[in-house]
Every structure is written in C-alpha cells, then in structure tokens.
C-alpha cells in the first residue's frame, strides 16, 4: 500500500524536539513512512530570509499531511502558521481530549471536538460611532456545511455512536439555526444519536455527565469555552493537540505545556505531538497503528513515567523511549 508523505514542520524553540518525539513514534509504527522536513518561522527566516519559504510551500504541496511545532516570530509580524492556514482553506478544526490516566481527569473520558476554523480578521469587523463599538461577524452557510462534511467523516471513521450539536440560539437565533440546519443535513440521515443543546445548557450538565456524548459539534463562536471544560475534564490542555482540515490539506499542531518552575531544556512534554502522531496515522486509515500508540501512551502515562510538568521526572528524551518500549 502507498502511504501519504508527511511534511514535518519543526518550527522553533521547543518545536524540534517534541516532532522528533513523534516522528520516532510514526517510524516505529509504521516503517514504510515517507517523512520529509521543511522550515518555518524565525529559524527559517534566519537561514533564507523568509518565515514561510517558497521551498516549504512546494513541499506543502507534495505531502497534504503536515505537522507543525511552534513558529516564532517578531510581534510586528504575522504568524505563518495563521498565514498558511488561510492559504490552504482548511476550515474545519478538530480537537481530541481522552483520559490517559485515572488520576489526571475523569476516568474513561474520550470525546472529539469540531467546529469551524475562520479567519477572524476578515469575517469580524468593529466600527466606532459615538457612543461605543458595533461588532459584526459575517458567517457563510458554505462555512458550516463543510465543516459538518469533515466532522461527519471523522465521527463515521472513528465508528463513533451518539453527536451533540452545541449553539445559542438564545443569543443569536439566524445563525445558530443556520448552523443546526447544516448539522441536520449532514448527521440526520445517519444511524446515530444526535441531538441539540444551547451552550450555557451544556455547560451547566457537562460535569455531571462527562462521558454522555462521543462528539461535540460546536458553533465557532464558542469553541474555545467548550475546548477549555473538555480540557479540564480530560486533565490538561497541553495534552491534546488540534487538527485543521481542508479539502485537499490538514494540519496538525500539538498543545505545549508552560515552562515550570525549574524547567530545563529537554524536559518539555511531547504527549500532545505523540497524540498527534497517531491521529496522523488513523486519517491515514492505519487505525490499528494509531490505537497501539494511544494504548502505548496509556500505559506509560498510568506506569507513572512522565514528564514533569505532569508529576514525573523524564526528559523528553526518557519519555519518548518509554512509549516506544510499549509499542
């Protein structure tokens, strides 16, 4: 079988080595992988003068699959990563909270986040008059229905069973009902539990029943508060990576922990590139390879070997080579 390739994108700072780590995991789990490298952000700019080269743009186009650590750049300069974003249309974003051990969140937790990814710069737009501030968002019935394409394809992928649409139709009744029409279309001819709630509702119940929905369809507008209680409830946010998906590209970029007190350099904790690593892998259709690393994570996590600014003492380094031991 012919793989995809996957374009890794190091970035800068910590970024080199929490891809490494998960490069490590996807040439373990599957040995036949074509991985090729290109630059972004500061450490790009420094060698050819630019934060998203050419070079790394045709790569880009050759792999689809791309995993990204963080670009820095200067505040003056608009991040490429956003950039890139735009550039390839990748509208939806998904974002993955499991539970890898019983003292970390909610035991058994395991539920899929999706939403629309928008330009915020070009679909919000703020005008002074005399008293104050008009805010608008422009929403487009295309932006939703795509999105709801990419979701159901995960959620029929993943052989998910019960879908909870998130919206306010309290506060914005045209568009929250532009949104449920889409999410009808799309989920309501299909052999699953679906079902609606306004947001402050499930907010509210969320904590009492954690493990009620497999996957959470959520109005863009408050997907940050949704992915925060998921987080909560999962343990950490910096556990858990997020994908943006287009038509033809998608791009996966881990969540990376703070700096503690007595960080070194070594020490930062790859899990959520790892995770992403597996994602990679079961959009690839390698689902079995995917489950083994997550199972692999898991048990490292529930051995008590891990990084520490989850309680344990490994370097990045030890902590990686603990995942592959169990693979």
């Not at 012919?2 to 490590?24: C, N, Q, Y």
């Not at 050819?48 to 186009?61: C, K, Q």
């Not at 998130?166 to 449920?180: K, T, V, W």
């Amino acid at each position: 079988m012919k793989l995809d390739k996957i374009l890794v994108l190091s970035g800068d700072g910590i970024g080199p080595a929490v891809t490494r780590s998960a490069e490590m995991v996807l040439n373990a789990s599957v040995g036949s992988l074509e991985i090729l490298h290109g630059d972004v952000g500061l450490g790009a700019y420094e060698s050819t003068g630019s934060y998203l080269p050419h070079d790394t743009l045709d790569l880009i186009d050759e792999c689809k699959i791309i995993l990204s650590g963080p670009a820095a750049v200067p505040a003056n300069v608009k991040n490429p990563l956003a950039t890139l974003k735009i550039q390839l249309d990748l509208y939806a974003r998904g974002r993955f909270y499991k539970t890898l051990a019983p003292d970390l969140g909610v035991k058994d937790m395991d539920v899929t986040l999706w939403s629309s990814y928008n330009n915020i710069a070009s679909e919000i737009s703020e005008v002074s008059d005399f008293d104050g501030i008009t805010i608008s968002k422009y929403i487009k019935d295309k932006a939703y229905n795509r999105m709801m394409t990419a979701a159901l394809s995960d959620v029929e992928a993943r052989g998910l069973k019960s879908v909870v649409c998130l919206s306010r139709e309290d506060f914005f009744p045209i568009s929250s009902g532009m949104f449920n029409e889409a999410f009808d279309q799309a989920f309501g001819s299909r052999p699953l539990e679906t079902r609606h709630m306004n947001v402050k509702d499930w907010m509210s119940e969320i904590f009492k029943y954690p493990r009620r929905d497999d996957c959470i369809v959520c109005v863009d507008l408050y997907n940050q508060i949704v992915a925060g209680a998921l987080s909560g409830l999962a343990g950490n946010e910096n556990l858990y990576p997020t994908v943006y998906k287009g038509t033809d590209y998608s791009l996966y970029e881990p969540n990376f922990a703070p700096e503690i007190e007595g960080f070194e350099e070594g020490f930062v904790n790859p899990t959520s590139a790892i995770i992403a690593a597996a994602e990679i892998l079961a959009n690839m259709d390698l689902r079995t390879e995917a489950r083994r690393i997550i199972d692999s994570l898991c048990e490292t996590y529930k051995a008590g070997e891990r990084t520490p600014d989850v309680g344990g003492k490994l370097s990045t380094k030890e902590f990686t080579d603990r995942v592959l031991s169990r693979l």
